[in-house]
């Protein structure tokens, strides 16, 4: 079992910027591949971001390529999401998501939602225009 919370959301101004952590517990942090998801009302949750397990592969939603930026420390068993240039259809909350990945996945990534074994609660970002 990996435990997962997110932090960081909140209100910002259209333009602005934040950045959401997501601190893992539980087993090997290193041993998961991570990613971002969002999820607004009545919608779909989506891929925003992913990392690989080695932090070596990332990838971005076509939404938010150039905007947002995915990184990990697995010294300290974080991700994180670095968010600019915000729009407000970039409101959502979001969610941190990790996947068990073997050591011969270490440069797998994964956008699929069914991909993931363990999910955050989820941290709202409201970007005001």
């Known amino acids: 079992q990996v435990y997962l919370k997110e932090s960081g959301g909140g209100l910002v101004q259209a333009g602005g910027s934040l950045r959401l952590s997501c601190a893992a517990s539980g087993r090997t942090f290193s041993a998961h591949a991570m990613g971002w998801f969002r999820q607004g009302p009545g919608n779909e949750r989506e891929i925003v971001a992913a990392i690989s397990r080695s932090g070596d592969a990332t990838y971005y939603a076509d939404s938010v390529k150039g905007r947002f930026t995915i990184s990990r420390d697995n010294a300290k068993n974080m991700v994180y999401l670095q968010m600019s240039s915000l729009k407000p259809e970039d409101t959502n909350v979001y969610y941190c998501?990790?996947?068990?990945?073997?050591?011969?996945?270490?440069?797998?990534?994964?956008?699929?939602?069914?991909?993931?074994?363990?999910w955050g609660q989820g941290t709202q970002v409201t970007v005001s225009s």
């Open positions: 998501a990790a996947r068990v990945s073997r050591d011969d996945e270490a440069y797998n990534i994964y956008t699929i939602r069914d991909q993931y074994d363990f």
